[in-house]
């Protein structure tokens, strides 16, 4: 019996347990593998039964509390020997299969094909134990056979008499390590409560705490990179004296160039990105920048520490994103499983063009009596065209730091709805966006043709703030550009439309507004409402928390979905998804 | 078999004064010696007896019935009980992508060098007094099921274009049904759905799957239906807790496989063909597998399972 926790067999393991315990809430601490790392289908039923028929939590106490003494490993698989006969003994007759499944498990324990303890004298309990399972008498005597006997709990036993004869087994047999115990419990309430009262004042400063924080980091690095560059730039002032006349262009080089090092190189010509510039950062937007990278690390900076530390948080962030997503595999695969299904059905059904009669058309000769005889006037057959032209789906992923704390779901939320179009043979495009400085970067994932780039969703990191306006100004820009003949942009955000880039004010006064508040949600509405007018569909799927609903409804109207339990993530999206396609 | 069937109402604790009204309609509505053969006699029962007395009180109010649910949930048994109950003819209509009004109301044809009109099943149902069921109505596009509107609602009416208008019989009653969400199925528009009476189809609860279980496999032991039904219950938990899909969630597969058995296939390699194998993702198979062993033990032998 190993007992140990490994990821790939684990969701199969959690799922024998949850089916014998019959509760799917239950996160076990135990679960067992065989010696392949399969996991074992009788223990880990016996684990899961216990669940069912015993006060777990009365248990766990127990288990914390062998936990206190250094040897607690032998105790607890002496405990889980204890609790196998009870367990078998209450689920039996539910299950008569267990018996078989017993034996089969006890003959492997004879034959010496499961794990050996280290400790002999569990070895011998657990062989005699099992030894007793196939009908055998067992070859022990003394100490060893009491504490077997003592060990077989009844069936009958409740949980606080198990406890109870668990306990006596450990006083009468063993030297258990009171004397740590006692400290530790000491300790253990010491630090329960302190622990507590920790975790209430975690709550007490409320979620916002954390992307303060977050943003806070963000501009601690900010200006600690600022000041570097300050420091070089002084550097260079110093080589070359004379260039003052162009040190605005020379700031906005240095500006770029940090943008390139903590988001990637640009995939567009400085140039270009300039032409765009100027028909974009107008407006509210003047004095802003754009970024266009895929995240791929700019070898330029090879040797800057900065852009290699950078890149490094980049891929663990993309290594949370990947093991979230495999840990959730099946209930994601279902959901996108689901979504196509979804989608793929909507175009079936919606879409198709039919044959029907007709008064013009295809002459149908075998039909022409109708008309002499029956005054039937529609004697044509015609093709009804319910074409709607293609449909591209453009999906652009707020990564600003609100969401930080949910960078794994929105990424296998980007995932799943961009593996589902890509299922259903619809091109996908897509990129996340976030603002540092007054640069709005647009990290881009995969193009329409890239169908087999959907992984590169998890490259997914949030940082920065978020100017909601200019990111959807650009994607429907882009959007523009692309030859299809409906558009449709789906936007995951928290409608928290933040940035410490103000906009220019035109009132007399210099003063600036700051991106933020109302001022950002009625930018943001503005510019979602004349993507709509100009014929696109713009839907949002709402990451946020409950207080911004209201903002999102204001920006996106009725196309938006809300998302309280992601196990209806597919359903939801998919009647989002459904009603626009029939629209369009 | 008639007073059978009623036996097994009272049995299922459906009222009384609903079965007398049943009486009072077979009495009321009788059938043409022709139209007899029509008349199902169910291979198997539907067990629920909320969902009888839902449907019965709606049929008896003479409303037409949708019955929505998920596979195995017993829609199309339910419609058969319902016109074997009631006496009645039945025709089966199944809808699909190219269903049209020619195909449910009728068509054109040739007799004795003449042009007739030959009626579809939903006019020869009309006619005759019978029970249509329309299978899996949402397959269909809503406008050519637009013909059945008027069919369908107080008009209770044919109109044949070129034709005649005929009058649908007072015992006519059309049940639907319908999977929500299955591939190919799009919503039923609310002109439609507006037209029926609509009853939620329940998953079998693992009572009724026990009663089913002993009356469709009399030498089943005892333990072994405990063992069935508590595998599709354990499946069942699975599937709404989103851990596996609903294709190893057949009850269908579960039957069948109890046939193979009792043809003397080894119970676990039968269930792996009804249930497992149902699944083609591997993983998921893998969990189907673990909830199969935690039931039927591998080395299980017919004369175990069956008298």
């Keep these: 019996m190993i007992i140990k926790s490994l990821t790939e067999n684990n969701k199969r393991a959690l799922n024998i347990i949850w089916n014998a315990s019959d509760n799917y809430y239950i996160d076990p601490e135990f679960k067992v593998y065989d010696e392949s790392g399969e996991p074992d289908l009788y223990w880990n039923y016996i684990i899961g039964a216990v669940h069912k028929y015993y006060d777990y939590s009365l248990l766990n106490s127990f288990f914390s509390y062998l936990k206190t003494d250094s040897d607690h490993e032998f105790y607890e698989k002496l405990f889980w020997i204890g609790l196998e006969n009870c367990t078998f003994n209450k689920g039996k007759a539910e299950r008569p299969v267990l018996y078989s499944l017993r034996k089969s498990y006890a003959k492997k324990v004879l034959k010496g094909e499961t794990e050996t303890f280290e400790n002999n004298l569990l070895n011998v309990i657990n062989v005699a134990h099992f030894c007793k399972v196939v009908g055998k008498t067992p070859e022990i005597s003394g100490n060893a056979l009491n504490i077997l006997n003592d060990l077989e709990f009844d069936d009958k036993l409740n949980t606080e008499e198990i406890v109870f004869k668990m306990d006596q087994i450990i006083k009468t047999y063993f030297r258990f390590n009171y004397g740590q115990y006692e400290v530790d419990k000491k300790e253990y309430k010491k630090n329960k409560v302190s622990k507590d009262m920790q975790k209430h004042t975690e709550y007490g400063e409320e979620k916002l705490s954390d992307s303060e924080i977050k943003v806070m980091s963000d501009l601690y690095l900010d200006s600690a990179e600022t000041s570097r560059e300050i420091y ?351 629209n369009l | 078999m008639e007073e059978k069937l009623l036996n097994f109402l009272r049995k299922e604790g459906i009222r009384e004064n609903l079965i007398d009204e049943i009486d009072k309609f077979r009495k009321f509505y009788k059938v043409k010696p022709n139209m007899e053969y029509r008349i199902p006699t169910p291979k198997y029962n539907y067990y629920g007896n909320e969902v009888w007395e839902e449907a019965i009180t709606a049929l008896l109010c003479g409303e037409n019935l949708l019955l929505v649910g998920s596979k195995a949930t017993g829609k199309n048994v339910l419609a058969e009980n319902l016109s074997a109950v009631f006496c009645r003819p039945k025709w089966d209509i199944s809808f699909h992508v190219n269903t049209d009004s020619t195909s449910l109301i009728g068509t054109d044809t040739f007799e004795n060098g003449q042009v007739v009109f030959r009626n579809g099943p939903i006019y020869e149902c009309a006619k005759w007094g019978g029970f249509g069921v329309l299978d899996e109505i949402n397959m269909a596009k809503n406008d050519s099921v637009a013909v059945l509107h008027a069919t369908l609602d107080y008009r209770r009416i044919i109109d044949v274009p070129g034709y005649d208008k005929i009058e649908i019989d007072d015992a006519s009653r059309f049940i639907a049904t319908m999977n929500y969400g299955y591939a190919g199925t799009r919503e039923l528009n609310e002109a439609l759905t507006s037209r029926f009476m609509v009853i939620n189809m329940p998953n079998i609860s693992t009572k009724n799957l026990k009663k089913l279980l002993q009356r469709e496999y009399t030498n089943l032991r005892e333990e072994y239906i405990e063992q069935f039904a508590g595998l599709f219950k354990d499946l069942q938990l699975k599937s709404e807790n989103s851990e596996i899909s609903t294709k190893s969630v057949d009850l269908r597969g579960l039957l069948s496989s109890i046939n193979l058995m009792n043809k003397g296939l080894s119970p676990i390699k039968a269930l792996q063909m009804g249930i497992a194998n149902k699944s083609f993702d591997d993983f998921e198979r893998a969990l189907v597998e673990d909830v199969i062993r935690l039931r039927i033990s591998d080395s299980l032998e017919r004369n175990e399972i069956f008298k």
């Design chain 1, 232 to 582: 070089f730039e002084e550097l260079k002032q110093k080589v070359k004296k004379s260039v003052r006349k162009v040190t605005v262009e020379k700031k906005d080089d240095f500006e770029r160039q940090f943008i390139r090092k903590y988001f990637g190189a640009s995939i567009i010509s400085e140039q270009k990105t300039h032409s765009i510039e100027k028909s974009l950062c107008v407006g509210n937007h003047k004095n802003c920048h754009l970024h266009f990278t895929r995240g791929k690390f700019d070898d330029e900076f090879g040797s800057d520490v900065n852009a290699i530390y950078y890149n490094k948080t980049l891929l663990e962030q993309r290594e949370i994103n990947l093991e979230h997503f495999n840990s959730n595999y099946i209930k994601y695969k279902n959901s996108i499983i689901k979504l196509t299904n979804r989608i793929r059905n909507t175009m079936l059904a919606y879409f198709e063009s039919y044959t029907g009669r007709s008064e013009a058309g295809k002459l149908n000769a075998p039909k022409v009596w109708r008309n002499i005889y029956v005054n039937d006037n529609k004697i044509f057959t015609k093709v009804f065209n319910n074409d709607i032209g293609n449909i591209s789906v453009d999906i652009l992923l707020d990564a600003s730091a609100s969401q930080h704390e949910r960078q794994e779901t929105i990424a296998a939320e980007g995932y799943i709805i961009a593996e589902s179009f890509t299922q259903c043979q619809i091109p996908v495009r897509v990129y996340s966006f976030s603002s540092l400085r007054n640069y709005t970067v647009i990290n881009l994932y995969r193009d329409y043709d890239e169908t087999d780039k959907n992984n590169e969703i998890f490259n997914y990191k949030t940082t920065g703030c978020n100017r909601d306006g200019l990111a959807i100004r650009t994607a429907l820009y882009m959007m523009e550009r692309s030859n299809y003949y409906n558009k449709i942009l789906i936007v995951l955000s928290d409608c928290k439309p933040n940035d410490t880039q103000s906009i220019p004010d035109t009132g007399i006064k210099q003063e600036q507004t700051k991106y933020a508040g109302a001022t950002g949600i009625i930018d943001t509405a503005y510019e979602v409402k004349k993507g709509i007018n100009n014929g696109n569909s713009i839907l949002c799927v709402f990451t946020g928390e409950d207080e911004d609903v209201k903002t999102a409804k204001k920006i996106y109207g009725h196309n938006f979905a809300r998302i309280y339990y992601p196990e209806r993530f597919a359903e939801i999206v998919g009647v989002l998804m459904q009603n626009q396609l029939k």
